[in-house]
């Protein structure tokens, strides 16, 4: 099994440790990143989404202008545009880039921010959206001709998109969200399921649920994991800056009063709670820090060590059936230079050297 590594892109300079640095979005900062990204061989590179941020297909379109290879990974939320504008949207982009582009999936789940845009329905109907929008966005990518569609949600009439992706049979699908309700949509649309940073047993047990979902519907699906690497040149080393990080993280959310004030309404981040409760250090080097104190906002958990110990890692998890590390620093430029340099090329030639073996 190959590996991919997915970066990240945000629209300016911030993280948990980080104060925001100039104007919401920084183009100066999207082409930093990038660039950083592609040089440093990143297979593709996360832009985010949320619903007060730049519109995430136009950063993506900007960061692909300013590279040559790099793929973009764009997270989308269904529904929000019309499944064959979306569409589109999405081909037209992939035909400019030469077949750079894939999809990520946030259905979302936080209420409060859905309402920010304007969705004011529960989870188990915003999941069910976005099978019925999945399904069209998929119709309109491979149709070769009109199609009507008479759904819950949706109503078309002789849909229809003229540009089509160069990638086959479309564009990459990968889909966050781990209730019950994103696992049944996920085992129908995704070929690549996304979870954020857990333990191994959560990671195994998660798999094997979504593995058993994709097989109702005939499907094989790839698996995605996300994490937060704090890499030095000793173990020591790589512990204090975990733990000087923790410092600066409580300092800049207690500036901001940015602690998490109730529980967590999605799945995933009840799952890196769960984890944290366990203790700050798991398994051989997961670390639970920010998570635990920021209430799991997002990917927080990190894995702490030398390049070779974090290395070894993965390989673990590479051995549960991840294919995928979507991995982002707390100084997100920096540390993407040094993953870069130091894990990427160490990993990628471990698990090389398993495949001749597992021949």
């Known amino acids: 099994m190959s590996v991919e590594f997915i970066g990240y892109i945000g629209t300016r300079l911030q993280s948990e440790i980080i104060a925001p640095q100039g104007p919401a979005l920084d183009p100066a900062h999207v082409e930093k990143a990038a660039r950083i990204h592609e040089e440093g061989g990143f297979d ?66 936080s209420d409060q921010e859905l309402r920010q845009d304007g969705s004011f329905i529960g989870k188990d109907e915003r999941y069910a959206r976005t099978d019925e929008y999945l ?12 199609f009507d569609h008479h759904g819950t949600f949706y109503h078309f009439e002789q849909a229809f998109s003229a540009v089509k992706s160069p990638q086959h049979p479309h564009i990459p699908v990968y889909f966050g969200g781990a209730s019950d309700a994103a696992i049944r949509v996920a085992g129908k649309h995704a070929d690549v399921y996304a979870l954020w940073g857990e333990t191994y047993a959560q990671v195994a047990e998660l798999v094997g649920r979504v593995r058993a979902e994709a097989v109702r519907h005939g499907r094989t699906i790839k698996f995605s994991l996300s994490l937060r690497p704090i890499l030095a040149d000793t173990e020591a080393k790589a512990w204090s800056r975990a ?3 923790l410092q600066r993280a409580t300092e800049q959310a207690e500036r901001n009063n940015t602690f998490r004030k109730a529980p967590p309404q999605n799945a995933g981040s009840q799952r890196l ?24 906002q997002g990917n ?36 993407a230079v040094g993953y870069g340099r130091d894990l990427l090329p160490l990993t990628r030639e471990l698990i090389a050297r398993r495949r001749p073996q597992a021949a």
């Open 135 to 146: 399904d069209i966005v998929r119709r309109e990518w491979t149709s070769t001709a009109p």
């Open 243 to 245: 733990e000087d990080i």
């Open 300 to 335: 927080s958990t990190a894995l702490v060590g030398t390049p070779e110990q974090v290395a070894d890692a993965l390989l673990d998890y590479h051995d549960l059936g991840i294919s995928t590390f979507l991995i982002r620093g707390f100084d997100p430029l920096e540390d």
């Open 44 to 109: 593709r590179a996360l832009v985010a989404f949320h619903s007060t941020s730049p519109e995430s297909i136009l950063v993506a379109g900007h960061a692909a202008s300013v590279t040559r290879h790099l793929g973009l990974l764009i997270a989308h939320r269904p529904s929000f545009t019309a499944p064959t504008l979306a569409a589109r949207q999405l081909a037209t982009l992939d035909v400019f880039t030469g077949g750079r582009v894939a999809l990520h999936v946030i259905t979302g789940g």
């Open 273 to 296: 709670i769960a984890a944290a409760a366990q203790g700050a250090r798991l398994d051989k080097r997961l670390w639970t820090g920010v998570a635990g104190l920021l209430g799991a």
